[in-house]
């Protein structure tokens, strides 16, 4: 048996769950560009994550999973429901039921089991959206790094769902719809603005938000020193931050161009600054990838004393583009 939705739309993304959640806007014929889902997610954030679970620190450019979906339903007053279960028959019914009735889900978990990825490494955080299914496969749509609209067999969704860990929840599963409230884009753009701006501003703990940047500086340089394979450690990061878009410049390049939207809505200078801000941010991300990417190929800590006065540098300027945004 085959059941695919009609008509279904994918949305060609570069972020996962913006890329998952935007394909569940479109067919409600919401259609907005990735870099303005991501400002309305209130998306930009920073942390550095280290515990003794993982193989090797975890640097991220966003806040934390789920919550930039939680963040776009609210400011476009939709519907958000969310299901977990520990069930994995159960997950499985919940899925199939709602795409039999036409609704295509936002599904949340750990891509190393993805057929169709090519690197194989462990990140509960993936979302993915669902739109069909089969006997054999989920048809699925991915960022398009991931090659879009992509398909997995049941059992390895199954696997990915369930895996536990590190960002990992319980099978989870999400639906958008409707409400009877409209949504005011101009009000909404500045009020996702605020919100991003002042969460960034005032982190809980001292490894996420622009303090986070800045006690990053520091820790690699630990890091380097402890490290069990300094090789693959530093280049699989690198490559994460740039090409899947955990922290290196694609957030940041993200926000300069919702930033730019807004502008162009808008007409609030400061828009204009921050934005031209952001595109300077952006390039100072992808030296320091690159750095951790010639300090993995070469074993040498200059290169992250590089990238460290580098993180010392954003997190000053991260800090006056937020103070900036706070004041539109």
Same mark, same amino acid.
């Given at each position: 048996m085959k059941n695919i939705i009609k008509n279904f739309e994918q949305f060609d993304g570069q972020h996962c769950e913006t890329t998952a959640t935007g394909s569940l806007l479109n067919q409600l014929g919401i259609k907005l560009s990735e870099p303005m889902l991501f400002g309305l997610g209130e998306g930009l954030g920073f942390i550095f994550w280290n515990m003794k679970i993982m193989d090797f620190p975890f640097i991220g450019g966003r806040i934390k999973p789920d919550v930039v979906t939680q963040n776009i339903?609210?400011?476009?007053? &939709?519907?958000?429901? %969310?299901?977990?279960?520990?069930? @994995?028959?159960?997950?499985?019914?919940? %899925?199939?039921?709602?795409? $039999?009735?036409?609704?295509? %889900?936002? &599904?949340?978990?750990?891509?190393?089991? &993805?057929?169709?990825?090519?690197?194989?490494?462990?990140?509960?955080?993936?979302?993915?959206?669902?739109?069909?299914? $089969?006997?054999?496969?989920?048809?699925?749509? $991915?960022?398009?790094?991931?090659?879009?609209?992509?398909?997995?067999?049941?059992? !390895?969704?199954?696997?990915?769902?369930?895996?536990?860990?590190?960002? !990992?929840?319980?099978?989870?599963?999400?639906?958008?719809?409707?409400?009877?409230?409209?949504?005011?884009?101009?009000?909404?753009?500045?009020?996702? @603005?605020?919100?991003?701006?002042?969460?960034?501003?005032?982190?809980?703990?001292?490894? @996420?938000g622009y303090k986070g940047v800045l006690k990053t500086s520091v820790e690699i340089k630990k890091w380097f020193n402890t490290s069990k394979d300094i090789e693959k450690e530093f280049t699989t990061t690198a490559m994460l931050m740039e090409k899947a878009g955990t922290g290196g410049a694609l957030f940041r390049n993200l926000y300069r161009d919702f930033l730019k939207e807004s502008y162009d809505l808008l007409q609030i200078d400061q828009l204009n600054q921050a934005n031209k801000m952001f595109s300077d941010i952006a390039a100072e991300w992808t030296k320091v990838a690159n750095l951790f990417d010639n300090a993995g190929k070469t074993k040498d800590i200059k290169f992250?004393?590089?990238?460290?006065?580098?993180? %010392? $540098? &954003? !997190?000053?300027?991260?800090?006056?583009?937020?103070?900036l945004l706070t004041g539109i």
């Open positions: 339903a609210r400011n476009l007053n &939709l519907k958000l429901t %969310v299901k977990e279960t520990s069930s @994995i028959k159960k997950a499985w019914d919940d %899925v199939k039921d709602s795409i $039999d009735k036409e609704v295509a %889900v936002g &599904l949340k978990l750990d891509c190393y089991y &993805l057929e169709y990825f090519t690197t194989k490494i462990h990140f509960a955080g993936h979302y993915v959206a669902m739109y069909g299914y $089969d006997n054999e496969f989920a048809y699925l749509v $991915d960022t398009m790094q991931q090659g879009g609209k992509t398909k997995t067999s049941l059992k !390895s969704l199954e696997l990915a769902r369930n895996e536990k860990g590190p960002m !990992s929840s319980g099978n989870l599963m999400y639906a958008i719809q409707k409400t009877e409230k409209n949504y005011n884009l101009k009000e909404s753009i500045l009020a996702a @603005i605020k919100n991003n701006a002042n969460d960034y501003l005032n982190p809980p703990i001292k490894n @996420i992250i004393n590089q990238a460290s006065e580098i993180l %010392v $540098d &954003l !997190s000053e300027k991260e800090k006056k583009a937020m103070e």
